[in-house]
C-alpha cells in the first residue's frame, strides 16, 4: 500500500486504532446500544429517553447469519472494478447482544463461514484517492 495516510470511508462510525471499535450509543434509561448511532430518541418502544451516550462497541462476536453480495452497490458505495462478489456477515456483539451487519474481509466468503463462528472486527482499505487511503471496518474470522 502506498504512503498515504489512512482515512475512514465514514466518518465518526469506527475508531481508526490497531484494534478499532464501532462507534454507537447506549440509552441512559434503559441501555439499549445503538449501531450507527442514536441521538434524537430511543427506538425502545418501552423507553421515551432522549439522553444517550456514546460508546465503543464490542471488536467481538458470533456470526448469527451470512450472505453473499453478488451485484456492485450503489454509488455512494466504492467498489473495485472488475466487480468482486464478496461475503457479509450479520455479527452478534459479545457485550451489547445486538446484531451488526458488515462486509467479511477480502478472501474469505460464504463458504468459509457458519453460523456460530467467532469474529472480529478489522479495518480495511476500501480504495484510493490522490490524497489518502479510504479504510473501512469488517469482519474476520477469530480464533477463541
Request: net charge negative; aromatic share 10%; charged share 25%.
Amino acid at each position: 500500500m502506498s504512503g498515504k495516510p489512512l482515512n475512514p470511508a465514514i466518518e465518526g462510525w469506527y475508531t481508526l486504532e490497531a484494534k478499532p471499535h464501532l462507534i454507537g450509543t447506549r440509552c441512559k434509561s434503559c441501555g439499549t446500544y445503538f449501531f450507527p448511532r442514536q441521538t434524537h430518541y430511543c427506538r425502545n418502544p418501552a423507553c421515551e429517553s432522549t439522553d444517550f451516550e456514546e460508546v465503543e462497541l464490542s471488536r467481538r462476536g458470533h456470526v448469527w447469519s451470512y450472505t453473499n453480495a453478488c451485484y456492485k452497490p450503489p454509488e455512494p458505495f466504492v467498489a473495485p472494478e472488475p466487480f468482486e462478489p464478496y461475503a457479509i456477515a450479520a455479527v452478534k456483539l459479545e457485550k451489547e447482544e445486538m446484531v451488526v451487519l458488515g462486509q467479511v474481509i477480502e478472501g474469505v466468503g460464504v463458504e468459509d463461514l457458519k453460523v456460530g463462528m467467532p469474529m472480529e472486527l478489522v479495518l480495511e482499505p476500501l480504495h484510493e484517492t490522490d490524497e489518502d487511503v479510504k479504510v473501512t471496518w469488517k469482519w474476520q474470522p477469530a480464533g477463541e
